[in-house]
């Protein structure tokens, strides 16, 4: 909350900035201070995926190493939004995309306690070498002993702490991974049941099928239905 005094009535900043001209909310007199602000929308799935084991704010400290890489691109941003260039509104999207990135990994340097999940896992640079097979290569059939060698760890050893870190055995990350990359060609593309099974791993569209219900709750097809509707 910002105010001149503390006994101001606040004003939900949606309400607020229904009053903005152009990019520039100005409120009441409004030449105390200004503030840059945005906002990165995701899809419902990376939402959850990516906010689950974050705190309702952030604070990137100036002694940070990304605080120099945000101070730069916090004044891009402004220099974008003064000179009126060309496109400059897909630029300072792809600003804020960056930023949102610089203070994820802000964060990540300095939390404690972070629950184990996605967001925890690939901010480990232990599993990082694993996680990028697995994305990188997804229909892949991955075995433990390839994971574990990429991550310089023991089978058992990179086991029980990918499970510590992430929530998650290895292969079962590798399928709610699969499953999340399924729901996204679903809703964005038309590409047929069976390409789709074979480009995550699964040798027929059945297999597939029963794997992504058994992650969702839906079945391939009346997920695509409903996405559609």
Request: a neutral charge; charged letters at 20%.
């Amino acid at each position: 909350m910002f105010a001149s005094d503390p006994a101001v009535a606040p004003v939900d900043m949606v309400v607020a900035a229904k009053h903005r001209t152009g990019a520039v909310l100005r409120y009441n007199e409004g030449e105390d201070f200004f503030l840059l602000g945005g906002q990165v929308a995701l899809e419902a799935d990376c939402e959850t995926l990516s906010f689950e084991a974050l705190p309702p704010f952030i604070h990137v400290r100036a002694a940070s190493p990304q605080a120099g890489d945000l101070q730069w691109l916090m004044g891009q941003m402004v220099r974008e939004r003064d000179a009126g260039l060309l496109e400059a509104d897909a630029a300072m999207g792809q600003l804020a995309h960056l930023m949102f990135i610089r203070i994820l990994r802000a964060h990540l340097e300095v939390a404690d306690g972070i629950a184990p999940g996605w967001l925890r896992a690939v901010g480990d640079q232990r599993l990082a070498p694993a996680l990028r097979l697995m994305h990188g290569e997804p229909g892949r059939p991955w075995q433990l002993g390839e994971l574990a060698k990429a991550a310089g760890m023991s089978r058992a050893a990179f086991a029980a702490y990918f499970k510590v870190t992430a929530g998650l055995t290895p292969i079962a990350y590798l399928t709610e991974w699969r499953m999340r990359l399924a729901k996204r060609s679903l809703r964005d593309s038309g590409i047929p049941l069976r390409p789709l099974a074979q480009s995550l791993g699964y040798a027929s569209e059945s297999a597939f099928s029963n794997a992504f219900k058994r992650v969702t709750g839906s079945a391939p097809r009346a997920y695509r239905d409903a996405a559609e509707a």
